[in-house]
Nanobody, 122 residues
Framework: QLQLVESGGGLVQPVGSLRLSCASS????????IGWFRQAPLKEREWVSC????????YVSDSVKGRFTISRDNAKNTAYLQITSLKPEDTDVYYC???????????????WGQGTQVTVSS
């Protein structure tokens, strides 16, 4: 069974930072574009960032640019989302997704994780 598993979420204070991880089970991420998305209850899912297979191309949403950094370690079969200067409005469930295709906003992602909750609160 092909799965993506996110980890690293939790409760963090404003202006803090954390790193989310995305690992695969049942397939290797090496050949896949990785995207990060987030969603709050009753809101539409929001694309956050996208990284190509070769790591040469990354895209970050303007709404989080400068605070969110996407990366991947193909040797570890893992992708990451580093978040700094956290704000209460960053409170969301964060999802990673994978697909063989690549686009600037990671459209049409085939595989999705279950999400990890990030809560920013003092």
């Amino acid at each position: 069974q092909l799965q993506l598993v996110e980890s690293g979420g939790g409760l963090v204070q404003p202006v803090g930072s954390l790193r989310l991880s995305c690992a695969s089970s049942g397939f290797t991420l090496v050949y896949y574009t990785i995207g990060w998305f987030r969603q709050a209850p009753l809101k539409e899912r929001e694309w956050v960032s996208c990284i190509s297979v070769s790591v040469r191309i990354t895209y970050v949403s303007d709404s989080v640019k400068g605070r969110f950094t996407i990366s991947r370690d193909n040797a570890k079969n893992t992708a990451y989302l580093q978040i700094t200067s956290l704000k209460p409005e960053d409170t969301d469930v964060y999802y990673c997704a994978a697909d063989l295709s690549f686009s600037s906003e990671c459209r049409s992602m085939r595989y999705w994780g279950q999400g990890t909750q990030v809560t920013v609160s003092s």
